[in-house]
């Protein structure tokens, strides 16, 4: 632990003499940096003297590939031995790499830098990416078009929240259409092209709710589940989208980090405090994670 805690701080101090560093947002809960354009995370690893061994989930490895610019810095014993590999050239080759029930990704390097995958001497050269660090600013390295963590992170949550909803067999709905989650389009993942107009609700605000589960009902459709993320604009706006929704027995959700501004707004709606429920972002991808890896054991059971 003293060593991997001795390389992650040396590695924090080259960046901050070799680019900008700034530390991103604080939901992803990872030791995410923005350095120059780029967002990474940095994953240590000491010199044992054979390979260099590495853990990642499932679900860091996706929320880092939602963002702009974003790498895995894999640092192998040393400082001169960093591989700074681009999330979606990861992303594409985590299918080829042994993982837990958990999707903990087992990641080991050899001493010439060749990831390790599945099969007889399968390796993938990384020597390219080998203390790359003008790749972290080069412009062929990112879009011109920088989305913020925050909006990135918001998205991802409501991506998941519609997949699950998929998996459940409810009809999903999202009004964010043209947002990106693993690079498709949300209006790609939900089910229905429009939000259904309910009586006693206020459709301005339903349309306007992160995400909705349906439920089909003869051949109406029942507001079964609705989700507000909120991150950056404050949990006012989605206790108040979601109170549209009071005469229906929709099980409401909004999902926030802040606890504290959570329990003063709850304070604030009496008559609607008792129905929502407050779901952090970290249990909202577990639950996904759950619901993927059940998907997988199905078909691996053939069940």
């Avoid at 960093?82 to 029930?101: G, N, Y």
């Amino acid at each position: 632990m003293k060593e991997a805690k001795r390389l992650f701080n040396e590695f924090i101090e080259e960046a901050k003499l070799q680019n900008n560093l700034l530390l991103p947002e604080k939901l992803l809960r990872a030791n995410a940096f923005k350095i120059g354009n780029s967002n990474v995370l940095v994953r240590v690893a000491s010199d044992s003297g054979k390979r260099f061994f590495f853990g990642i989930n499932y679900i860091t490895a996706e929320e880092m590939y939602n963002l702009s610019n974003s790498f895995i810095a894999f640092v192998c014993g040393n400082l001169n031995q960093v591989v700074f590999l681009p999330t979606k050239v990861l992303i594409k080759l985590l299918p080829e790499i042994s993982h837990d029930r958990n999707g903990e990704y087992k990641l080991n390097f050899t001493r010439d830098f060749n990831l390790v995958l599945k099969g007889r001497k399968n390796r993938f050269d990384c020597s390219k990416y080998m203390n790359n660090w003008e790749s972290l600013q080069s412009s062929s390295s990112y879009n011109s078009e920088y989305i913020n963590p925050i909006e990135s992170f918001h998205t991802i949550i409501q991506g998941r929240l519609i997949d699950i909803g998929n998996i459940r067999g409810f009809k999903t709905y999202s009004p964010d259409k043209s947002k990106k989650f693993n690079e498709k389009r949300l209006d790609s993942y939900t089910t229905l092209d429009s939000c259904p107009k309910l009586q006693y609700t206020d459709h301005k605000s339903l349309r306007h709710i992160d995400v909705i589960w349906f439920r089909k009902a003869a051949n109406d459709l029942y507001p079964q589940y609705a989700f507000e993320v909120e991150f950056s604009t404050g949990v006012w706006s989605g206790f108040g989208r979601l109170s549209t929704l009071r005469e229906y027995q929709t099980k409401l959700y909004v999902i926030t980090h802040d606890d504290k501004k959570y329990n003063q707004v709850s304070n604030s709606f009496p008559e609607m405090s008792k129905r929502i429920i407050n779901v952090t972002p970290d249990n909202v991808g577990l639950l996904y994670s759950a619901e993927k890896n059940l998907i997988q054991m199905r078909k691996d059971f053939q069940l």
